[in-house]
């Protein structure tokens, strides 16, 4: 797959020179101010870590005020002139601009700045393009690459304005080359959807196996960095990569858990959501988005430590919306308010306050992923919201019953197994309850316990 900044990053023995880069901040300010969430500081932090996120050499950020939007280089004459002589003074090669570019825009403040421009969409996509290792994810990367660079075919290179004539199976009489591109990049597009098709097909198929199976899923899901995957190794016990970085994990991974009275169940730890995520990447990422729609459980992972965490909240909230998930009203979803031991004395004890003024149903967990602090705790609450959706009853079988027994491994989360003075088998089972029916069709002894 091709990359905005992909000539910038090559180098001898397979490592790659760090790439000189400056990030840029716009903000606007007057009365067409929009309202954000966020302050402009810490947007500036969040755009260096995503330059950062893919090794590039921040030597300069500054914070770029404008009063209105230009629309041949997004900035005002007089910011272009003081971020060349910038450029020029830091020896930089890229310029990170933490907006959205048009093609035009693009173009002209490469002119102007003497260096490589790649905005926010760019940058998210070329950090997902590095992160991602399964064939899903790489092949929905490469489709949200394609769907925004296909957007951008305009005439930036004098290659472009060339026609050519030839015959038909080489572009038509007179296509031009942009003409061309644009065809083959469609082309490629549909194929890719189609192998897309496929995965989820398959991926469906996972999903009705684990159905049969059948452990409930929990969902991690939060801001990218709010440590969800540190949490994840946490609870599981395994080791995906936990960095503190933007982006540090990006195909989704299952493992079992064991909850506090011995049922089991399936964490899934996905993607983490950032604002203004690319709408190319909010599609191409739906299937495996799934995993978080047809969960039994989502936990809401917050970095409760960052300044932005009530903002960083929102962006999520607004992502799980446009997956038909409504954090204020869905029983499934509980905050995880993460990172508590980075919080002294007297900012823990506020947190416990306000925790403590909540609904006893919608109160979130505090945790330390790091220390493990509160995950007992987590546990728990993730069985009592699972108990509330299913049915713990008593089977009794016969000694010899090895198929019956085998039957509530499959369909049921098997709690206890005791063995009567009678020498009947009495198992403590929780089923969903709408296997409930079928339990009782099965075996002629169920009791409530």
Do not use: C
């Amino acid at each position: 797959m091709s990359s905005d900044i992909s000539g910038l990053n090559g180098g001898p023995n397979g490592k790659a020179p760090a790439t000189r880069a400056l990030v840029i901040t716009p903000v606007l300010t007057g009365r067409r101010a929009p309202e954000l969430a966020r302050s402009p500081a810490a947007r500036l932090d969040e755009a260096v870590g995503l330059a950062l996120a893919i090794d590039l050499e921040v030597v300069a950020s500054k914070l770029v005020t404008l009063s209105e939007i230009r629309p041949a280089t997004f900035l005002g004459k007089g910011k272009v002139e003081e971020l060349a002589e910038l450029a020029k003074a830091e020896h930089v090669e890229l310029v990170v601009v933490d907006t959205a570019l048009t093609p035009v825009q693009q173009r002209n403040l490469e002119k102007a700045l003497g260096a490589k421009i790649i905005d926010r969409t760019g940058l998210i996509l070329e950090i997902f393009g590095q992160r991602a290792r399964t064939k899903e994810g790489v092949l929905q990367v490469e489709h949200a690459h394609l769907t925004w660079q296909k957007s951008r075919l305009v005439r930036s290179w004098t290659h472009l304005e060339r026609q050519r004539g030839g015959f038909g199976f080489l572009g038509g009489p007179g296509e031009t080359q942009i003409e061309a591109d644009r065809r083959m990049i469609t082309d490629r597009i549909l194929k890719i959807e189609r192998e897309l098709e496929q995965v989820k097909r398959t991926r469906g198929l996972h999903r009705a196996g684990r159905k049969r199976v059948p452990y409930p899923i929990v969902a991690l899901v939060g801001y990218t960095n709010a440590g969800k995957s540190t949490l994840f190794n946490r609870l599981t016990k395994a080791e995906v990569t936990a960095a503190d970085m933007l982006f540090a994990t990006l195909d989704p991974t299952l493992r079992q858990i064991r909850l506090p009275h011995g049922a089991h169940a399936i964490l899934s730890d996905t993607v983490g959501f950032i604002s203004e995520l690319p709408t190319q990447l909010v599609a191409a990422f739906r299937a495996t988005l799934e995993e978080v729609i047809e969960a039994d459980i989502i936990l809401h992972v917050r970095d409760i430590a960052h300044e932005d965490s009530d903002a960083q909240g929102q962006d999520v909230a607004s992502v799980l919306r446009d997956l038909g998930i409504d954090p204020e009203t869905d029983d499934r979803v509980i905050e995880v308010w993460n990172k508590v031991d980075r919080l002294d004395e007297d900012a823990r004890a506020t947190l416990a306050a306000t925790v403590a003024r909540r609904d006893a149903d919608g109160r979130p967990a505090l945790v330390s992923a790091l220390t493990g602090e509160g995950t007992d705790a987590l546990l728990g609450s993730v069985e009592d919201r699972l108990s509330a959706r299913r049915e713990t009853l008593v089977v009794t079988i016969e000694p010899d019953d090895g198929a019956g027994e085998n039957w509530l491994h499959r369909h049921g989360d098997v709690m206890r197994r005791e063995i009567a003075d009678d020498g009947a088998v009495r198992v403590v089972v929780r089923v969903e309850s709408e296997r409930v029916d079928g339990l009782r069709r099965r075996f002629p002894s169920v009791s409530a316990v």
